[in-house]
């Protein structure tokens, strides 16, 4: 049985997919409006938007994605080791 630590984790590995798989999605010619692409935009535009803010693209390049994905590492750390101070 998956512990709240366990779930947490995986939600935030989760996410890092995500984002991983928008970065694949931008090499490839793809249906905006299909659902699963829809949902992956929804899910990941509010990490990755202020991020891409903050940092323009930088001779086409975009680094927003790699400053989220670091970003959601390290509170996936701070949020685990807080839980496991908590709970166990």
Do not use: N
Request: one cysteine or more.
């Amino acid at each position: 049985m998956l512990t709240i630590i366990q779930i947490v984790d995986l939600i935030f590995r989760v996410l890092v997919w995500l984002i991983i798989f928008r970065c694949i999605l931008s090499f490839v010619r793809h249906d905006p409006y299909q659902p699963l692409i829809r949902f992956i935009y929804d899910v990941t535009e509010p990490i990755m938007g202020p991020f891409r803010r903050l940092i323009p693209a930088a001779g086409g390049i975009d680094f927003s994605p790699i400053i989220a994905i670091l970003a959601v590492e390290l509170v996936r750390g701070l949020v685990v080791s807080l839980l496991y101070t908590l709970l166990l």
